[in-house]
């Protein structure tokens, strides 16, 4: 059975740090992952996938993920916190285009100014 | 890009009656459209799985009947929470697309029974 672990429930950085959010899934198959940010009552926005190829992505609003077969990881990274970023991330893995997904619990990203 | 519109996009409804949501595409064809659950501070729980023309697959655990599927087009599909109750209380998004294309998720609604 397919799963996805965020061992991180909840993560403070300063404005202008550095983030990493860690993602670990477990796939029978070739995954495909995602991770997806949401803002209080609102729907999920897709940050970035991961189908195949360069093993380093690059997504919106700054961010990139790289996944590492090898540790069935796929960590999410931004280099520069902006107090706009504080929300909830959700890693998924899935079938074709995410179709059918598998979430993780989420991190609550939290801003300091 | 792909644009899912949810509606309501709030709702609060008295214990015992029925609600109905809406998830459309409204610049493409979804095939297939699926229904999740949020609960607060937690991920969402896939609930159903809806191709159109056919009858929505549940996953285990979740009651058909409490909660009918309808995908009658390719643009919309409809969640009814029948005879709600306040542990039905929950966010509910829906993600449409086709397998070739991709899936967008809806902006989702938040159901409140009371």
């Known amino acids: 059975a397919q799963s996805v672990t965020q061992p991180d429930i909840h993560i403070t950085v300063s404005e202008g740090a550095s983030l990493e959010l860690r993602c670990n899934y477990s796939?029978?198959?070739?995954?495909?992952l995602f991770w997806y940010v949401q803002s209080p009552g609102q729907g999920l926005q897709l940050l970035l996938k991961?189908?195949?190829?360069?093993?380093l992505v690059q997504g919106i609003k700054g961010f990139e993920a790289e996944f590492k077969r090898s540790q069935s990881s796929f960590n999410l990274r931004k280099p520069s916190v902006h107090w706009s970023d504080a929300a909830e991330y959700f890693c998924?893995?899935?079938?074709?285009?995410?179709?059918?997904?598998?979430f993780g619990d989420g991190t609550t990203l939290t801003v300091k100014p | 890009g792909a644009v899912v519109s949810q509606h309501p996009s709030r709702v609060i409804c008295k214990s015992g009656t029925s609600v109905k949501i809406e998830c459309r595409s409204l610049?493409?064809?979804?095939?297939?459209m699926f229904w999740y659950r949020q609960f607060p501070k937690k991920s969402l729980m896939l609930m159903a799985t809806?191709?159109?023309?056919?009858?929505?697959?549940?996953e285990q655990g979740v009651e058909k009947d409490k909660f009918l599927i309808n995908h009658a087009s390719l643009t919309l599909s409809t969640l009814t929470v029948t005879s709600a109750h306040p542990e039905d209380s929950s966010f509910y998004i829906c993600?449409?697309?086709?397998?070739?294309?991709?899936?967008?998720f809806g902006s989702g609604t938040r159901l409140t029974v009371v």
């Open positions: 610049d493409f064809q979804a095939t297939t």
């Open positions: 993600s449409a697309g086709q397998a070739n294309y991709g899936y967008t």
């Open positions: 998924a893995v899935g079938a074709v285009n995410a179709g059918k997904s598998t």
């Open positions: 991961y189908f195949s190829g360069d093993t």
């Open positions: 796939y029978g198959a070739t995954p495909y």
């Open positions: 809806s191709n159109e023309g056919s009858k929505a697959t549940y």
